[in-house]
């Protein structure tokens, strides 16, 4: 990480006023109770942290999408409790994140407890990167913390503008994340191989075309596989029991040309699991390429043969980016590919034969839904913010904190 400033280049923090930028937005039911504490569990190493160094932290982040105004269904304050129960110290509840009532909070703040903030996106100036809401955000603080990787793809004003205007730096979670990404994709240990799943070729096309001249393989799946198994002449598939994109086909076939070009292998479905329903535990059978049924039956995993060839794929690499699910996993048992491939790339993991690091929403799931979101060298809980950097894009909250 010399690349980027850290906590430890921040030099004697006691006694300093530290804003810790973290990602809250967690979600909750009708009741305003959160369902998933993960990323408030995952923001409490450096809030330790900057405690232990002497630091009055004041948290502040984001939740939901109140569209620049007071919503009291996007307060966090619905989460002091789970925040406090996770930290294990007293939280201090500011309704506002900048003004009078801030500062007063901050010169009030007795040891051992730290300040939690109103909602960010209550204005809309954070939104727009505001620089003058950045200095009202910053004008009672000392030093500034960036720990909100998830939203490092965002030009808002307390991802850029706030961190220009203090001694800034990446928090732990921050520093950790763009560490496994950095050895997943811009300096990995090959072989390595990126599995990507997903709806439409449409969607992904920055990414596809980025690791193609990236990776060493690359596997295909979900929905997006289908474009792709039509494009290399796979004429049982069609618009009636698949997914396919006519209008991609030579978007395809210009990719897998890329990949061709820059020695990167495509992997394809060998068998799919149709299904005359969607719904779980439909009827369904597993049926190779040539026999896929023209209409009635949908594609909504592949077969055991293509697990296998993936698995031994995997075993021949030093590290995986993985990025989407290889069937409709939330429905038995069409998450049996998913859950196989996830499996074996785990203990592999945990053996030390592959580094693996993996993010994006449906992702997250699926690989808790595999039981291994524990075993994996990194699992990114960033979404947008994950596939940009996947698509080689620079993400304008971790350029600005670049030495």
């Known amino acids: 990480m010399t ?40 923001t409490v190493p450096t809030i330790k942290e ?14 939901g999408r109140p569209e620049g105004k007071g919503d009291m269904a996007n307060s966090l304050s619905h989460i002091v409790k789970d925040l406090e129960k996770s930290l294990g110290k ?32 209550f204005y809309k100036e954070e939104k727009k990167g505001d620089e003058n809401f950045a200095k009202e955000l910053v004008k ?11 939203t490092a793809h965002r030009d808002h004003a307390s991802m850029v503008a706030a961190v220009k205007l203090r001694p800034a730096a990446f928090g732990r979670l921050m520093e950790e994340e763009v560490n496994a990404l950095s050895k997943g994709l811009n300096d990995p240990k090959r072989p390595l191989i990126a599995i990507v799943g997903g709806s439409k070729v449409s969607t992904k096309l920055d990414l596809l075309n980025n690791l193609v001249k990236k990776v060493d393989k690359l596997v295909i799946s979900g929905g997006m596989a289908h474009t792709f198994m039509k494009a290399s002449g796979i004429d049982t598939v069609n618009e009636a029991n698949s997914l396919v994109q006519m209008d991609m086909i030579d ?23 149709v299904s005359k329903e969607f719904k779980p535990m439909a009827e369904h ?7 896929i049924p023209a209409e009635g039956w949908s594609l909504l995993d592949v077969g055991e043969k293509t697990i296998a060839a993936i698995n031994a794929e995997l075993d021949e690499s030093k590290t995986l980016v993985w990025n989407g699910p290889l069937g409709v996993f939330e429905m038995k048992p069409f998450d049996n590919a998913t859950n196989k491939v996830a499996e074996h790339a785990a203990d592999l993991t945990q053996a030390g034969k592959l580094m693996s690091v993996a993010g994006g929403g449906d992702t997250v799931s ?23 950097w996947m698509e080689g894009k620079e993400l304008p909250g971790v350029v600005v904190l670049k030495k």
């Open 90 to 121: 007293h939280v201090v509840f500011v309704d506002d994140c900048i003004g009078p009532h801030v500062e007063e909070a901050i010169k009030n703040m007795k040891q051992d407890e730290i300040l939690l903030l109103e909602n960010l996106r």
């Open 50 to 63: 900057l405690m232990r160094k002497g630091a009055k932290v004041v948290v502040t982040s984001h939740l």
């Open 3 to 42: 690349q980027y400033k850290t906590i430890d280049d921040l030099g004697d923090l006691n006694g300093k006023v530290v804003m810790l930028r973290a990602d809250l937005n967690v979600p909750m039911n009708e009741k305003f109770e959160v369902t998933n504490t993960a990323r408030i569990d995952r």
């Open 251 to 273: 978007t395809a076939k210009e990719i897998m040309a890329t990949a061709k070009a820059n020695n990167c292998k495509i992997v394809l479905p060998l068998d799919v699991v």
């Open 285 to 291: 059978k597993t049926v190779d390429l040539d026999h």
């Open 140 to 150: 009672p603080i000392d030093v500034y913390v960036s720990d909100a990787f998830s």
């Open 366 to 388: 699926a690989l808790a839904n595999a039981g291994v979101e524990n075993k994996f060298s990194y699992i990114s809980t960033a979404g947008g913010a994950f596939l940009e």
